[in-house]
């Protein structure tokens, strides 16, 4: 992998407690839609529009996770480490 200019890192330590703050946040409308699906199954409907979003947000949280510890190791830093 090619090395980032001291530039690139500076941004990237800064935006990064933001991009963390972006999975906090999707991770509580994630546990929200799971609830929601898991209410519907309970009253005995099939809500395949729910179960199809609930697949999306479980993707897109993934890739943000991803993403969030790929700019973590390009710049060093601590995962979860909220910098300052």
Known sequence: MAA???HTQLII???LPR???F???GERRLA????RVADLQYKGLN???SKRLLTIMRETMALQI???KLLE???GADPGKQQS
């Open 4 to 6: 980032i200019s001291a």
């Open 66 to 68: 991803s993403h969030v």
């Open 32 to 35: 929200v839609q799971e609830a």
């Open 13 to 15: 330590r800064e935006l």
């Open 23 to 25: 999975v906090a946040a």
């Open 73 to 75: 190791r390009e710049v």
């Open 19 to 21: 991009a963390r703050e």
């Open 47 to 49: 809500a395949p529009q």
